[in-house]
């Protein structure tokens, strides 16, 4: 595929600094580029590969120097915003395969839109609906009940229990689990665990991405809800009746406790852990390795074990990597203590 630079800058709205006659035929890593391939540029550490880069194209903004004259640049505010647009655009080529396999088993009261593919050795129950253009890769399982809706992807090897809700334009990958029981259980007068049914369901909104391995407990009672438009990385682990709002953005290993709720516009960092009952407000980030023991409802940053206002974190990690700094200086202040009182009372003695 080739593309004319002229196509692209008016493509993301930049201008054009150097031939406008150049064509790129692939996007790279600054420093990993060759001719004709087209490239970003704006974080400042990364400016030393300006030099070296073999790139015919680079997307840059108004704040770093153009050093080179012997590339293009084009000029835009936000270049990997740009970049991201070009590759929606003419590279996202992707194609799934078409058509229903004959290894596939599904349950004649199943509904299938139109136009969906169904992969090897699939499974669909009883009463699921498939909705519109929808693909489901080979090996995954949708179990009784479960409604599926346009467009949606699952990749291989997922698993959707019963009597769930997935809504548009879903994308699930492989060996993630949609309704795995709650972790429900209590004990007995001998300290045995009884089970607690967990008959509720769980609920994926519009435009939801469930990274690999990701689990996501069906609700004790009612729903587990992950609302429109929010991305779950791998390895994630979602509780029973857990609420998350829109358009959140959850990383790889954390973890959300029982019936917690988070609101809309959040992002948790890698291996967050969010203690159960608690609630978690509207546009708050969450630094990785974090842990929440209580609510957090007032818009930040948040950091540490457990999670406190991220200049008060970062300055309770200060104090701690000067303990040995403190432990020194107590030390000596002691030994001057001593020092003086003894003094003192030698003076008192003699007087």
Do not use: W
Not at 81 to 105: C, M, Q, R
Not at 195 to 210: S, T
Not at 242 to 261: M, P, R, Y
Request: proline share 2%; charged share 20%.
């Amino acid at each position: 595929m080739k593309i004319t630079i002229k196509e692209i800058a008016e493509f993301v709205g930049g201008k054009i600094i150097g031939d406008e006659n150049i064509e790129i035929e692939n996007v790279s890593k600054i420093y990993e580029a060759n001719q004709n391939d087209l490239t970003f540029l704006y974080l400042p550490n990364y400016v030393k590969y300006l030099l070296t880069t073999k790139a015919s194209v680079v997307l840059i903004n108004s704040t770093i120097e153009k050093s080179r004259t012997d590339i293009t640049y084009i000029e835009v505010q936000n270049p990997d915003v740009a970049l991201h647009k070009v590759i929606i655009k003419y590279f996202n080529t992707k194609k799934h395969f078409v058509g229903i396999d004959e290894t596939s088993s599904i349950h004649p009261s199943a509904i299938i839109g139109k136009n969906v593919s169904i992969g090897k050795n699939v499974v669909i129950s009883e009463n699921c609906s498939i909705g519109n253009d929808s693909v489901i890769y080979h090996n995954s399982v949708i179990l009784e009940n479960t409604t599926l809706g346009t467009n949606c992807l699952i990749y291989p090897n997922v698993t959707i229990t019963y009597g769930n809700i997935i809504g548009n334009n879903v994308i699930i990958h492989s060996g993630t689990v949609v309704g795995s029981d709650g972790f429900g259980y209590f004990p007995n007068e001998k300290g045995k665990f009884t089970k607690v049914p967990q008959i509720g369901n769980v609920v994926l909104e519009d435009y939801v991405e469930l990274g690999s391995n990701v689990s996501i407990d069906r609700a004790a009672l009612g729903s587990t809800i992950i609302k429109e438009g929010t991305k779950i990385d791998n390895l994630v682990q979602i509780a029973h009746n857990v609420e998350v709002g829109k358009h959140t953005a959850i990383s790889g290993q954390s973890g959300i406790a029982g019936s917690s709720k988070v609101g809309d516009h959040c992002i948790f960092g890698g291996q967050v852990a969010i203690s159960g009952h608690i609630e978690i407000g509207n546009q708050i980030m969450i630094g990785g390795k974090s842990a929440a023991s209580k609510s957090i409802l007032t818009p930040g940053k948040y950091f540490g074990i457990p999670a406190k206002e991220v200049r008060i974190a970062f300055k309770e990690q200060a104090h701690i990597r000067n303990l040995d700094k403190y432990s020194t200086q107590i030390k000596e202040l002691e030994k001057k203590v001593t020092e003086l009182e003894n003094r003192i009372n030698k003076n008192t003695g003699n007087s």
